[in-house]
Nanobody, 111 residues
Framework: QVQLVESGGGLVQAGGSLRLSCVAS????????MRWYRQGPGNQRELVAA???????SYANSVKGRFTISRDNAKNTVYLQMNSLKPEDTAVYYC?????WGQGTQVTVSS
């Protein structure tokens, strides 16, 4: 079993930055792609960013140029650096990998 634990969410003013972390633990046999999703109020869960085992990245158009996904394979950790945050980025952010979901971390951006 693999567990994912997110951290780093919080309340920030528009234009500010946050860095989310997601640590994978448990029976990890190989490196896997890792993804960040978010679900805002009244919205469906959407893919924000992804990183492959080899480090290739992809982003939703809405966050390109503002968010950066990265990973530390030695620590089984994926990060999401979020800059120039906007109120519409307000959501619960979830980590997804190894067929599992984390519990989510709340990001609230005030205008």
């Amino acid at each position: 079993q693999v567990q994912l634990v997110e951290s780093g969410g919080g309340l920030v003013q528009a234009g500010g930055s946050l860095r989310l972390s997601c640590v994978a633990s448990g029976s990890i046999l190989s490196i896997s792609a890792m993804r960040w999703y978010r679900q805002g109020p009244g919205n469906q869960r959407e893919l924000v960013a992804a990183i492959t085992a080899g480090g290739s990245t992809s982003y939703a158009n809405s966050v390109k140029g503002r968010f950066t996904i990265s990973r530390d394979n030695a620590k089984n950790t994926v990060y999401l650096q979020m800059n120039s945050l906007k109120p519409e980025d307000t959501a619960v952010y979830y980590c997804n990998s190894y067929g599992k979901w984390g519990q989510g971390t709340q990001v609230t951006v005030s205008s």
